[in-house]
């Protein structure tokens, strides 16, 4: 079976320092794992996938993420936080190599204090 | 394209009536999906389709509720009587084989 973790539910950080939301995931197959974006009142907008190839994927907005297999994890990351990258983080996973639906976690809520 | 359309964006109902959702995904999309947001219970997978067909309605969460999709560019999701606790924004995503989802921006329902 599928799942994504996010283990912390909130997450502070000045800004100009750097962040990670931290994502660990299972899966029984190879993990096509995703991260989107939240912003109050809109729709899930996707940031960055890894699919294959190189474990550092970068994405939207500056947001990249590491994908690293023997800690099943897939840490969301950005060098130098913005106060308007304040928002509800989820990381998401798919089995390619079995049931083909799109698994969330509880989300991260990101805050970026000024 | 203009992307997961759906609507209505905001839904108002008294408990016991019925409400339809819709949605269009984006063109060529063959998965959709429905999820469900709540502060309580986060993001829930309701259903999803391949190719107009459903394949795991295992997150639907009672009979009130049924979705289908007629046809590649359309679906609806039901709910048969209506409850205050269905109250939630609802998002239809559409998706590629592997791909993640593009999600609409979703029908917002009060059930009063």
């Known amino acids: 079976a599928q799942s994504v973790a996010q283990p912390e539910d909130q997450v502070n950080v000045a800004e100009g320092n750097p962040l990670t939301v931290k994502c660990t995931y299972s899966?029984?197959?190879?993990?096509?794992l995703f991260w989107y974006v939240q912003y109050p009142n809109r729709g899930l907008q996707f940031l960055l996938k890894y699919i294959t190839g190189d474990n550092l994927v970068k994405g939207s907005y500056g947001f990249e993420a590491e994908f690293n297999k023997s800690q099943t994890s897939f840490h969301l990351k950005k060098p130098s936080a913005l106060v308007s990258d304040s928002a509800l983080y989820f990381c998401?996973?798919?089995?390619?190599?079995?049931?083909?639906?799109?698994?969330f976690g509880t989300g991260t809520r990101l805050t970026v204090i000024p | 394209d203009a992307g997961v359309i759906q609507s209505p964006r905001h839904e108002v109902t008294e408990m016991g009536q019925e409400v339809t959702l819709r949605c269009k995904p984006i063109s060529g999309h063959d998965y959709l999906f429905w999820y469900r947001q709540t502060m309580m219970r986060g993001l829930e997978l309701l259903i999803y389709f391949n190719n107009n067909v459903p394949i795991d309605d295992s997150g639907m969460p009672e009979d009130r509720f049924s979705a289908k999709m007629p046809n590649a560019s359309f679906s609806t999701l039901k709910i048969q009587p209506s409850e205050p606790r269905d109250s939630a924004v609802y998002f239809c995503a559409s998706s590629l084989a592997g791909g993640g989802g593009t999600f609409g921006s979703g029908t917002r329902l009060t059930v009063v």
């Open positions: 899966v029984s197959g190879n993990p096509y």
């Open positions: 998401a996973v798919r089995d390619y190599g079995g049931a083909n639906n799109l698994f």
